[in-house]
């Protein structure tokens, strides 16, 4: 079974920049997708970004041209570069992966605050 274990977060001016970095403790390679989404109190958890197995990317439009995923799938694992962050990128972020069978997976979730 997938673990998703979620490192990086934390509180950063605005402007700043953070990494959060995802890795499957089990190292499974019947990962299709690995993404990344994020969640505020009330609202429903959204698409930042994901990634396939074979390098198909899609971003929400909101981090478009600021946040970059990338993946090392020899690894199970996803990387999310926040740059120029603002304070409505305030939120939990959680690591999500997608197996070829179609089983989704989540991690515990990791706080980004966007805050001067």
């Known amino acids: 079974q997938v673990q998703l274990v979620e490192s990086g977060g934390g509180l950063v001016q605005p402007g700043g920049s953070l990494r959060l970095d995802c890795a499957d403790s089990?190292?499974?390679?019947?990962?299709?997708?690995m993404g990344w989404y994020r969640q505020t109190t009330g609202k429903q958890r959204e698409l930042v970004a994901r990634?396939?197995?074979?390098?198909?990317?899609n971003y929400a439009e909101a981090v478009k041209d600021r946040f970059t995923i990338s993946r090392d799938t020899t690894k199970s694992t996803v990387t999310l570069q926040m740059n120029s962050l603002k304070p409505e990128d305030t939120a939990v972020y959680y690591c999500n992966s997608v197996s070829y069978g179609g089983t989704s997976s989540w991690g515990q979730g990791t706080q980004v605050t966007v805050s001067s």
């Open positions: 089990t190292r499974s390679t019947t990962l299709y997708v």
């Open positions: 990634m396939t197995f074979g390098g198909t990317t």
